[in-house]
């Protein structure tokens, strides 16, 4: 129930009890290990997902762009632990101490902290579960032209925002799991699937930009990328 609204409570009550279990989880994971980036950012996105269940006029901007800031503090390490990963360079995950990462963990986990004592001191309006539905209905609607505008362009950018509504509409999925019946079961998984591989599309474009001009490698994987947008699109007019 850590990432789930439950049904017969306050909506309000549960928006919130939920956003502090994510954010104290997000700042125990980069306080134990600095370079936990990746972690920290999912927490990062699954709480910006929780803050668009809500009305426009009851989100709480300045929490959002905090948790924007906190995130994007470890986005070049993250950037960095791809290229290790994919290329088999770097440290393969042995654990630095201190140095840039530490200062980057340290930075992202105070801007969370402040976040979520804001968020526990916000006041949201009164929300109840039809203007949670309805703030989900617009956010599977963005899925729809976001799936548009990337099988029109096909570049880097347009599947990234494909990507962040995909994953937006799907933790919109978990947390209101319950509201939406047995049926929407199957939608989560396969939600679950086109983020994974959306996310394997965005590391080789992060790859591939690092890699020289007309390199080998870097004609390698753009042509393994292009392969996997191809089959991104198919998955995504599916749940479309």
Known sequence: MNFRLQRHALPEAE???????????????????????????????KLRALLRLLPEESRPQEVDALIKAAAKSLSALRDRQVIEKLTGTGESGAKRKGGAPGKAAAKAAAQMRKAAKKFAGAYLGGIDEKALLGEYERTRAKVGAALENAGTSGTDDDFHRLRRWVKYHWYHVRLLQDHLGSGIKRRRRKLCQLGKAL?????????????????????????????????????????A
């Open 199 to 239: 996310g394997n599309t965005h590391d080789l474009a992060i790859l591939e930009g690092k890699l020289a001009p007309g390199s080998k490698q870097r004609t390698k994987a753009a042509e393994k990328k292009a392969r996997l947008m191809g089959r991104c699109l198919k998955q995504a007019r599916k749940l």
């Open 15 to 45: 928006v919130k009890r939920v956003f502090a279990l994510q954010a104290e989880a997000a700042v125990k994971s980069i306080k134990a290990d600095p370079l936990a980036a990746h972690a920290f950012r999912k927490r990062a996105k």
